[in-house]
Antibody, heavy 121, light 107 residues
């Protein structure tokens, strides 16, 4: 069974940093691109970032480019999102997500439970 | 970036009704489109990918169509568990973008 379990988020001050992790199990982690998607309270879904299976290619939304870094450790079956220079508008539930098939990078069939990141003083 | 526009933003319907939600891309995306269902405080659920392919385990009352810039999600006969918010997403290119959502409410 595919499982994605995100680490706890939390309350961070504006300008602060936080690293999220997503522990994957039930599939060959290195075969799949992985992504982060977020949802601000009461708002819609926003794609944040994607990393290829090898980790060699990364992609970011303009809203987080230069502040967030996606990475993965295939030996630990874990995905990460390092978030720096956090802003109030980064407040959201963050989901890690896996596509349905290896050949499809962005069709998210598997999702973590979501973790709330609140940026506030 | 490709903008995705859904309509309507909300719709009221009854159990047994047929409902159609549309999604328009600001530029052609071939068939690189997905539809998701989201219930409150839950992660989204993939319903349709590649515009018209039914994700495994999704009931056949859900169907998708379209290509290029115009797409539709149809629920043939609404069930009580279908009342939720629906999102389209373009998977043609980075940055991937979602529609603003369509809230399906009980009439």
């Amino acid at each position: 069974e595919v499982q994605l379990v995100e680490s706890e988020g939390g309350l961070v001050q504006p300008g602060g940093s936080l690293r999220l992790s997503c522990a994957a199990s039930g599939f060959t982690f290195s075969n799949y691109a992985m992504s982060w998607v977020r949802q601000a309270p009461g708002k819609g879904l926003e794609w944040v970032s994607t990393i290829s299976g090898s980790g060699g290619n990364t992609y970011y939304a303009d809203s987080v480019k230069g502040r967030f870094t996606i990475s993965r450790d295939n030996s630990k079956n874990t995905l990460y999102l390092q978030m720096n220079s956090l802003r109030a508008e980064d407040t959201a539930v963050y989901y890690c997500a896996r596509p349905n098939y290896v050949d499809y990078t962005l069709y998210f069939a598997y999702w973590g439970q979501g973790t709330l990141v609140t940026v506030s003083s | 970036d490709i903008q995705m526009t859904q309509s309507p933003s909300s719709v009221s319907a009854s159990v047994g009704d047929r409902v159609t939600i549309t999604c328009r891309a600001s530029q052609g995306i071939s068939s690189w489109l997905a539809w998701y269902q989201q219930k409150p405080r839950k992660a989204p659920k993939l319903l349709i990918y590649a515009a018209s392919s039914l994700q495994s385990g999704v009931p056949s009352r859900f169907s998708g169509s379209g290509s290029g810039t115009d797409f539709t999600l149809t629920i043939s006969s609404l069930q009580p568990e279908d009342f939720a918010t629906y999102y389209c997403q373009q998977a043609n290119s980075f940055p991937s973008t979602f529609g603003q959502g369509t809230r399906l409410e009980i009439k």
